[in-house]
């Protein structure tokens, strides 16, 4: 099976960067997305980046032109970059994979456990 395990969260001043990582375990056949979410507390999970297997990528209005979402297929890392972060980008951050795995024969959606982000005023 497939397991997703994100790290670099923490804590930021607002104007700052961090790098958050998403790294894969498990054989994994195909991919077909892979997307970035994010969750403040009293608040609906959303979207944050999109990168399908064609390469393409998609942001929320939110975080256009400061987030930038990547991969490393060497590494089987999937990567979040923010830049300029704001207050309100605090929340927890969940990887999300919707991959074949080896010897499997459909997609499957697979998350991580999330890191916090927080990010002060």
């Known amino acids: 099976q497939v397991q997703l395990v994100e790290s670099g969260g923490g804590l930021v001043q607002a104007g700052g960067s961090l790098r958050l990582s998403c790294a894969a375990s498990g054989s994994i056949f195909s991919i077909n997305a892979l997307r970035w979410y994010r969750q403040a507390p009293g608040k609906q999970r959303a979207m944050v980046a999109t990168?399908?297997?064609?390469?393409?990528?998609n942001y929320a209005d939110s975080v256009k032109g400061r987030f930038t979402i990547s991969r490393d297929n060497a590494k089987n890392t999937v990567y979040l970059q923010m830049n300029s972060l704001k207050p309100e980008d605090t929340a927890v951050y969940y990887c999300n994979a919707n991959v074949m795995p080896t010897q499997d024969f459909r997609f499957r959606d697979y998350w991580g456990k999330g890191t916090l982000v927080t990010v002060s005023s």
């Open positions: 990168m399908t297997s064609g390469g393409s990528t």
